[in-house]
């Protein structure tokens, strides 16, 4: 079982950064694969962005060039650095890991395992 524990997120302006990490621990992350999902106020949760173990990261359209997702197995820490927020961002980001031999982490939220508490940002205009 991996525990994970998001940080970073706050009360910023339209077009502020905020760089999220999900510290992992319980179980070295450089085999599982790593997603960041959102909830909005009054919305269903969405995926964001994920990351395999190979480092090949995909983006949902809504934050593609502007949000980046990496990881550093070495500190078992993965980052969402967002860049340009938007009111549409704000939202509870999600940390998830998952180990599933022969799939391809994508935006399923059935391929993750494992789940942090969250971390809130808002963004106001």
């Known amino acids: 079982q991996v525990q994970l524990v998001e940080s970073g997120g706050g009360l910023v302006q339209v077009g502020d950064s905020l760089r999220l990490s999900c510290v992992a621990s319980?179980?070295?992350?450089?085999?599982?694969?790593m997603g960041w999902f959102r909830q909005a106020p009054g919305k269903e949760r969405e995926w964001v962005a994920s990351?395999?173990?190979?480092?090949?990261?995909i983006y949902s359209d809504s934050v593609k060039g502007r949000f980046t997702i990496s990881r550093d197995n070495a500190k078992s820490t993965v980052y969402l650095q967002m860049n340009n927020l938007q009111p549409e961002d704000t939202a509870i980001y999600y940390c998830a890991a998952g180990w599933r031999p022969g799939q391809r982490v994508g935006r399923d939220e059935g391929f993750f395992e494992n789940w942090g508490q969250g971390t809130r940002v808002a963004v106001s205009s």
């Open positions: 319980g179980r070295t992350i450089s085999n599982y694969g």
């Open positions: 990351i395999s173990a190979g480092d090949t990261a």
